[in-house]
């Protein structure tokens, strides 16, 4: 009888799966926040490679080939990765870019901070606490976990759209993400207290969303957000904020040479931390990269600062 019913199996037309969208991602972070999101039903494509800028980066044929397949790119946005922007030209895919939506809790670079905004036709632009100015807005939202939690959702109905048939594992995922960035978030937050008061430089005005977020003392940095060479004057200016005390602690970065903050720091009393790693390129890769980066951020900070 099973041989039978085994047969009359057999016979049936196979039922065609549901193809789960070919997805695209620019930085760790995202990656693994996408990762999450699909769970055990598809990988995304990471971009950028261990190691590498995420504000300068030179896509391999075989990634552009990536792009021009996928059928949506899940990414930071321009402000972050302009070599994305280019490359998604001619490509077909949908395009999710996070910072641009409503409401993604956004700010400015340090140095623009205080300036008036510019006005806005669009009411969904102007909201407080939403800066959709490009040349300002400092792209580094990941850091706010906020901002993650808010993408979790995101993600799951840009893939949802793509992919009805899985709409509710891409929802339950979603929840089960938020979860565990509110778990990850308290913990980060019970650590960082004894910090909060402790100013700090780093090589890259990278970290405002996360000391914002926490709560930790203004800081200064080396070098704007695209990390390009300072100049002689902020050198000068930075330089005597580090020898009259000002801060406990300067951490260089992973993706820069270590050389110029070093030697600022000479014959000062500062401390020099380990390197921070802003966009997580040099940690291991996949779902856990969110979490482990900014525990990881979260320590750094805590050893220097706390030791």
């Known amino acids: 009888m099973r041989y039978i019913i085994s047969l009359a199996l057999a016979s049936l037309p196979t039922l ?17 926040l996408v990762s999450q999101v699909m769970g055990g039903l598809g990988t995304p494509v990471l971009l950028l490679e261990k190691g590498a800028d ?6 391999r044929p075989s990634q552009m080939q990536s792009i021009a397949d996928a059928d949506t790119v899940i990414w930071i946005g321009p402000e972050l990765t302009p070599w994305l922007d280019r490359a998604m030209t001619d490509s ?47 792209p580094h939202a990941w850091m706010n976990p906020a901002n993650a939690a808010i993408w979790a959702d995101l993600i799951a109905a840009d893939l949802s759209a793509l992919d009805p048939e899985h709409a509710t594992t891409y929802a339950a995922n979603a929840a089960a993400t938020k979860a565990r960035i509110t778990a990850m978030d308290a913990e980060i937050t ?38 390009t060479t300072p100049g002689a004057a902020k050198l000068t200016e ?39 790693d802003p966009v997580g390129s040099s940690l291991p890769f996949g779902p856990d990269a969110y979490d482990t980066l900014m525990r990881s951020i979260a320590k750094t900070l805590t050893d220097c600062l706390n030791g």
Do not use: N, W
């Open 16 to 32: 065609a799966l549901a193809e789960v969208p070919k997805v695209v991602t620019d930085i760790p972070p995202v990656h693994a």
């Open 238 to 276: 930075l330089q005597a904020e580090l020898k009259s005390g000002a801060y406990t602690c300067a951490f260089p970065e992973v993706q820069h040479d270590p050389a110029m903050l070093t030697q600022l720091m000479q014959g000062t009393a500062t401390k020099l931390g380990a390197a921070l």
């Open 92 to 138: 077909k895919a949908v395009s999710l870019a996070l910072l641009d939506d409503k409401g993604t809790e956004t700010q400015a670079y340090p140095a623009a901070r205080g300036e008036e905004e510019p006005a806005h036709d669009d009411a969904d632009t102007t909201e407080v606490g939403h800066s959709h100015a490009h040349d300002s807005t400092d």
């Open 54 to 59: 995420e504000h300068d980066f030179q896509l």
């Open 190 to 227: 019970a650590q960082l207290i004894a910090i909060k008061d402790k100013p700090f430089v780093t090589f890259h005005a990278a970290y405002g969303y996360f000391t914002t977020h926490y709560g930790l003392a203004h800081h200064g940095s080396l070098a704007m957000g695209d990390a």
